[in-house]
C-alpha cells in the first residue's frame, strides 16, 4: 500500500510494528497506534513478511508478501491517499 502523505521518520522506523506506538510527526492526525501492529501480527501468522519504504514529506509505501502454497504472493495498492 502506498500514501503520498507525511512520511515516517527513521527515528520512529525501529518502533514502527510495537502496539501504541505513533510515529512523532503524526500532530492531530487521529489514531491509536494499534493498525501496524495488527497487521504485522497477521502477516507473523501467515509466515509472510511485511516491508516499508517512507520519505518525509513524500509517502509511505508497505509490501506485504505472503506464501500461498509453496509459492510467494506480493500484495499491495496504490491507494492515492
Known sequence: MRDRGIGIPAEDWPRLFEAFH???????IT????????????VDLHDGQ???ESHLGKG???????????????????CGF
Open 50 to 52: 511485511i516491508s516499508f
Open 31 to 42: 489514531g491509536t497506534g494499534l493498525g501496524l501492529s495488527i497487521v504485522k501480527q497477521c
Open 60 to 78: 509511505t509505501t508497505f509490501t506485504v508478501m505472503l506464501p500461498l502454497r509453496g509459492s510467494v504472493v506480493t500484495m499491495g495498492c496504490d
Open 22 to 28: 505513533r510515529a512523532q510527526n503524526v500532530g492531530n
